[in-house]
């Protein structure tokens, strides 16, 4: 042992087991030189009377050394450090020197690049008001219970290669789900699971869209789906939406001129206007696909969020003609961190589409997959839903109401029938970049209308997610808007007023 | 209560609390009708008493009821079934009957199809030669404890949008790994998390190649390599590989030839035939890489598997130039259903990835890559490599001498230095499909070297891993392949001897 002293320092409160302790501190002086290849290790029962613990928890400490190759036994003769030991250091190739970091400069050319839009609601805030959902009421405890289920009890084979369209179970449970709660005639064949919406939609951009294929896509929309959907070199065909939604007329106005791939829409609470696609126009869209034989893109990122009267089902439960390809996700039902979305559509296209989702990256997280299908098929998900619908509705109308008294004639609110934001019409003399910018410096985020437009043109219209924050949080988020928003409006001079914006539609049309 | 009997069957053996049991069997009767809207329920005593449990259990229930929305207390007259109820059944907005089915004809045209390399390593079955790690070593208790901890602790932070390049922990845990073992001069900055290779090389296809691009890759190589870099328009170009790995006069011809965009490479363990880059033809590729101003995308898939002498640091360690994107992932070293990879390159390529990886999939998994990195902070990850990998060694020497004495002459093995599977050269009479289905029907799946070229040309060779499967394991895998063996041996007669094939270069210059 030559002089190895016996002294494992060693603390039985500590959360790590005390064999793992002594097993740690042993292989941190073999590391560092103080026990070398070759020296012989004190019996277990010598060295746990040293530092007084029971023999079990020495061999146990063994044990573990011994599996990492630290020591090894040899039979009868005892145990000693081992001759090669693990992590042996690595060999340069050429006697070159370590460039003291990365160059950044002389290298190969890069490839034209692309700006994606970056939600200024990706801000981490003291009140961000994206519309995004509360995760303080994500069901945690059960999600934490599920995945550890999930990776014990199937930890071999979830933890492995599986289907690129995802675990059969959630499959199942989202199917499930899509046909008792959404009228979706569909089973597990018809799904495919995603990396949230915006995986969903770069798998259907590659699967579906070709260079200079026409997209047609609602104006003011949704920019990242309008930036993935184009990613293949599709053409976007920016779509007029007043207060029944995408406009028809304009939609096969358009359809007439030349042949259209696909038209990308938001029916139940359009994104970022929160109206609602009437039943004429839904009659009316499935017609034209049919009629000009292009796909429809159903986004139904907030279908469970409705608060007045029924919720109206998708586009995708009266297809009769394998045109709607769905798409949902689970990141507004539990949480956008998950990244869990789906399409479902007709076999062809989820055969078509399950390709390119296995190119682009492989196939899902099962574990969490498996686990978030235990937590539907025990209805966990649809009480979680429930529940936070009651309270979201509550902040929709206590935000409304706020708005109303706090910031009087400067905007013009009107309720939503569901979704987690208010989109709301701001007077023509507040400067709102301004006000969004000093609103910002105050803490609070928020989304303006113009990042949603395709056209240019202006979008006199402010998006206020109300559904992320408690009443009192709501409540000071407003004050600090109102205390903002003088400035915002005696700083400048009233602008001229816009002519005629794409949402005027909206007000023309309500 | 019209006769509503208080009967609600508990059962306090179940794993779900009274409170929940109790809420579950009113809810259910409010939602089959036992229990109408406006009715009166019991008062908490009164059904405690009839159900025989303690009143606050009673309220426990009733509060949770009344928070999803099924029950309402009005203060002072008691509490009643709600008069408006959660899930409103949605309405249909058209007068059509829902499909039987989504349709599969008689919609829009699909555009041309791709079918990526499904591997036969894809299939279950006993005895799965696929190399992959094996399963069963991960350490899924301390995964499912940090995963946990991750949503417990951080759980508003992780289950929200957050930074495409990867959780900053990750990023930083990750960065310092590289640089601590694998002499990369890096930092966080230099880093992007991905989902696993695919994710990673889909990210770099988007960001780096561009129609009509040359791309030149290992021949034999990895074919889903191949398909995803070539997926936006990259035209492929196969280099030979011999016992020296990549054959860089080749690459130089043709680089003299044509301006090559990129060189794909896996240089530690070549995949397939896990041979190592020759330290000469090392430093030739840097050279030509800064020469033709081209990227090397270097895939250290397996980089911890080395058993013999010190394993060779990445071609990204000696990247002065800042030409080589170096791509990594936890798959082989934790599980591959984790799906956690990553890019390291210079900070111009990685700000510009960022934005594909945006818009591919938005961001990563944050509660996983926050476990994860827990993970890698506290060593669990390098303690689970290194134990690992001595049972993988102990496996590869295993295996080698069963193949030997059971195969006889029918293989010809060479012992790899790393990796977690052998590459064999396969004696000329024996038919390699038809072994390999008769393997497969015995339950024994593994890779046959066709499945690896890029031009056509027959490769004589199987791959076998044996990182998978426990040593009793893989002697009744061996005792399969004898068994079919025989039978693709002396059922055909034996093919003309091939040409000179891909791999014949191999054997040549070894």
Same mark, same amino acid.
Do not use: E
């Given at each position: 042992m030559r002089g190895w002293d016996f002294s494992v320092p060693i603390d039985p409160q500590a959360g790590v087991p005390l064999f793992a302790q002594i097993s740690r501190v042993i292989a941190a002086d073999i590391r560092r030189g103080r026990l070398r290849p070759g020296d012989v290790m004190p019996g277990t029962r010598t060295l746990a009377r040293t530092i007084g613990v029971n023999r079990n928890t020495v061999i146990a400490a063994y044990d573990d050394l011994a599996a990492e190759g630290w020591i090894t036994a040899e039979n009868g003769r005892g145990t000693f450090v081992s001759r090669v030991l693990p992590d042996p250091r690595p060999r340069r190739f050429a006697a070159i020197t370590a460039p003291s970091a990365v160059a950044d400069t002389g290298a190969f050319d890069l490839a034209d690049g692309i700006v994606v839009d970056a939600c200024p609601s990706d801000v981490e805030a003291p009140?961000? $008001? =994206?519309?995004?959902?509360?995760?303080?009421?994500?069901p945690t405890r059960a999600l934490a219970r599920a995945w550890r289920r999930s990776i014990e009890r199937r930890g071999r084979h979830v933890l492995s290669y599986g289907p690129a369209g995802g675990h059969p179970r959630l499959r199942a449970a989202l199917a499930s789900m899509l046909s008792a709660?959404?009228? $979706? =005639?569909?089973?597990?064949?018809?799904l495919l699971v995603t990396r949230g919406t915006q995986g969903a939609l770069a798998v259907i951009a590659h699967g579906l869209m070709r260079t200079g294929d026409v997209v047609a896509i609602e104006n003011p929309g949704y920019s990242r789906a309008r930036q993935v959907l184009s990613m293949t070199g599709a053409c976007i065909v920016p779509i007029p939406v007043d207060a029944q939604g995408l406009s028809i007329d304009h939609l096969a106005a358009v359809a007439e001129e030349q042949p259209i791939r696909a038209v990308f829409v938001?029916?139940?609470?359009?994104?970022?206007?929160?109206?609602t696609l009437s039943t004429a126009r839904r009659v009316r869209l499935l017609e034209l696909a049919r009629q000009h034989r292009f796909a429809i893109i159903e986004d139904d990122y907030d279908h469970e969020f409705h608060y007045d009267g029924r919720p109206i089902l998708p586009l995708a439960s009266a297809d009769s003609s394998g045109n709607v390809v769905y798409v949902g996700s689970l990141s507004k039902t539990l949480a956008p961190g998950l990244r869990l979305g789906y399409i479902a559509a007709s076999r062809r296209v989820i055969a078509h589409l399950l390709e390119y989702r296995s190119l682009l990256d492989t196939q899902g997280d099962q574990v969490l997959e498996a686990a978030v299908a235990e937590l539907l098929e025990d209805g966990e998900v649809q009480r979680h839903v429930r529940k936070v619908r009651r309270i979201y509705h509550a902040r929709r109308d206590a935000m409304a109401a706020l708005l109303k008294s706090e910031l009087g004639d400067a905007v013009s609110v009107t309720l939503p029938v569901?979704?987690?934001a208010l989109w709301i019409r701001v007077a023509a003399d507040v400067d709102i970049q301004q006000w969004s910018r000093m609103a910002a410096a105050q803490g609070v985020i928020f989304d303006i209308g113009d990042r949603f437009s395709f056209d240019g043109r202006p979008v006199p219209y402010i998006r206020l997610g109300?559904?992320?924050?408690?009443e009192p949080e709501l409540a000071e988020a407003v004050q600090r808007l109102a205390a903002t928003l003088t400035a915002a409006r005696s700083r400048?001079?009233?602008?001229a007023l816009p002519e005629r914006t794409a949402v005027d539609d909206l007000t023309a049309a309500s």
């Open positions: 009140y961000n $008001l =994206a519309g995004w959902p509360d995760l303080r009421l994500v709660a959404r009228g $979706l =005639a569909i089973d597990a064949s018809h938001t029916p139940h609470h359009q994104f970022p206007t929160t109206v569901g979704g987690t109300f559904a992320g924050l408690r400048t001079s009233p602008p």
